[in-house]
């Protein structure tokens, strides 16, 4: 969950200090093609589902981007579809700066 800040960005909840939270969202990064090595479609014994293996040249990660997506429903009562609200590195950077404990 994210909490809004006075200043209009978004930033981690503090649980530690009672926070309910805004919103509910979900994380989502973006591997680029060129950065994919492999594709196992079958998984393992552990984990059944497709297993990516990626080249982790960008800042020890594989990642072009991540950021927070909040869902949303069509008013005429179709699928949910999601909208970015926040990237990672600005609700990360305002949280840090806030002491917020970051799990």
């Known amino acids: 969950m994210l ?5 209009g960005h978004w930033r981690f909840t503090n649980y530690g200090a009672g926070e309910q939270g805004d919103i509910n969202v979900l994380m989502k990064s973006g591997i680029p093609y060129e950065n994919i090595d492999n594709v196992d479609w079958n ?3 552990f984990y059944g589902l497709p297993h990516i293996y990626c080249f982790f040249d960008r800042k020890k990660e594989p990642y072009e981007y991540t950021a927070f997506y909040a869902e949303q429903t069509c008013s005429s009562g179709g699928l949910p579809y999601y909208t970015e609200i926040a990237s990672y590195d ?3 950077r305002l949280s840090k700066k806030l002491g917020i404990p970051l799990n």
């Open 3 to 7: 909490t809004m800040h006075w200043s």
């Open 90 to 92: 600005s609700v990360h």
């Open 43 to 45: 998984g393992d014994e």
